[in-house]
């Protein structure tokens, strides 16, 4: 490893833990992977200098989940077939310790797209269910900002290895680096400071949009006409947020991105998919989804079709939409021209949708409702919070005032205002 690298991957450290966390001195830190509880063991050198970061800022105590993906395999090829309900619940209570007592969670994402490629989908989905069973008493606090929390991005092997199939392998890690620290701004002399403006510039876009108060967007592209009614008191956003404490913390780094949620039965119209999916370690691509009042009734997938259908038969909330975010096709992820089979990344290369659980912090005091309440006014909840891109070059995107005015939001996939 050279000083420069080393050098780099400090800056990224610190920017992950001063813009994306905003660690608090005296906070407790947990580290955790964002779909099955553990950090991969072969991320522990970055992981090294995240937690001497931490420690830095003032932390009295980091801990981190790990794993191994390799066991992960292991138990799809040993394990008894009626064994994948379970999971090690200490986990997630270890980062419900953390979060209630005053810490920050740091979520990793850190993943394979082909790592359970070929394994029985029926057993992935139930150990997936397993896995979001645990986990929704965090994400009850992820969705009311309890606690400062942020994801971020580690290269691995098989991830680097699927997104530069064309270099000789030992190239493949240092451009898979190369790529991220690009894209979240880490060669930027001082890399806190252009985040900082990037975050005000996003800040502006949601403010403009609130300004609005749209009812209702409509979006047109190739395969795509889709109508999603906005509820009343709605909230446009950026990743950057405060906790209830009023910590503020940015939610993911890279973010590109301003989002909403969308009132749950005000959805109709097809859209279609632009960029692949990779959920539960399987890639869904080239996809289609048909909206009635709400709720998907048709859907196609020439990739995965039987992994798109155990995520929209999860629960009642995961064939609704909970999120609806808009990224202008400039984005810097979107210009590196690079697919990277990770959620994180390109969603913010393209305006995305999500299926499932709605943040309760994107309606007007949506924090401090009840679940009742907040269903009553148009949120959706689910076990599942599964982004998916439908933005391109080729993507309009209209606003509806209540007077019935419509207004260009997005031309061509760039911002209209």
């Excluded at 980062?95 to 790592?115: H, Y």
């Excluded at 890690?173 to 890399?191: Q, T």
């Excluded at 795509?224 to 906005?230: A, K, Q, S």
């Excluded at 973010?255 to 969308?262: A, K």
Aim: aromatic letters at 10%.
């Amino acid at each position: 490893m050279d000083d420069n690298f080393q050098t780099l991957m400090k800056k990224y450290a610190e920017l992950a833990v001063k813009v994306g966390l905003n660690l608090q001195s005296g906070q407790k830190l947990i580290l955790h992977h964002l779909r099955n509880g553990g950090v991969p063991i072969e991320t522990a050198p970055f992981i090294r200098e995240l937690v001497a970061s931490a420690y830095r800022a003032g932390s009295p105590l980091v801990d981190v989940q790990w794993r191994d993906d390799e066991i992960n395999l292991l138990r799809f090829e040993n394990a008894p077939r009626d064994s994948f309900g379970e999971f090690p619940a200490y986990r997630a209570q270890g980062i419900l310790d953390v979060i209630e007592n005053g810490g920050a969670m740091f979520t990793i994402s850190a993943i394979d797209p082909d790592l359970l490629d070929g394994q029985d989908s029926k057993l992935v989905d139930v150990q997936q269910r397993a896995f979001l069973e645990a986990w929704k008493p965090i994400s009850t606090h992820i969705g009311k900002n309890t606690a400062n929390w942020t994801v971020i991005c580690i290269p691995v092997d098989g991830w680097a290895a699927k997104i530069f199939p064309e270099l000789p392998t030992e190239e493949q890690m240092p451009a898979m680096w190369d790529a991220l620290f690009k894209i979240c701004r880490v060669y930027e002399d001082d890399p806190v400071a252009a985040w900082e403006a990037h975050l005000a510039d996003l800040q502006r876009r949601s403010d403009y949009l609130n300004s609005k108060a749209y009812r209702e967007l409509r979006y047109t592209g190739p395969g795509t006409d889709l109508r999603i009614g906005l509820p009343q008191g709605h909230i446009w956003r950026s990743a950057g947020f405060r906790t209830q404490s009023g910590i503020p913390f940015t939610a993911n780094i890279p973010t590109e991105e301003v989002f909403t949620l969308p009132d749950r039965h005000a959805v109709d119209g097809t859209v279609r998919s632009t960029r692949p999916l990779v959920y539960t370690g399987n890639v869904i691509d080239k996809f289609s989804l048909t909206f009635k009042e709400g709720k998907v009734v048709d859907f196609s997938a020439e990739r995965g079709e039987n992994i798109l259908a155990n995520l929209l038969g999860t629960d009642e909330g995961s064939s609704m939409l909970g999120e609806v975010a808009l990224v202008p096709n400039s984005s810097p992820i979107s210009q590196s021209g690079l697919l990277f089979y990770n959620t994180l990344l390109d969603e913010n290369a393209s305006c995305h949708l999500a299926l499932g659980s709605a943040y309760q912090l994107s309606l007007e005091g949506g924090e401090f409702m009840s679940a009742e309440d907040f269903a009553s006014r148009g949120g959706n909840s689910s076990l599942v919070h599964s982004d998916f891109m439908v933005g391109s070059g080729e993507l309009d995107v209209d606003g509806v005032l209540d007077d019935g005015t419509v207004e260009a939001v997005l031309r061509s996939g760039e911002w209209a205002y």
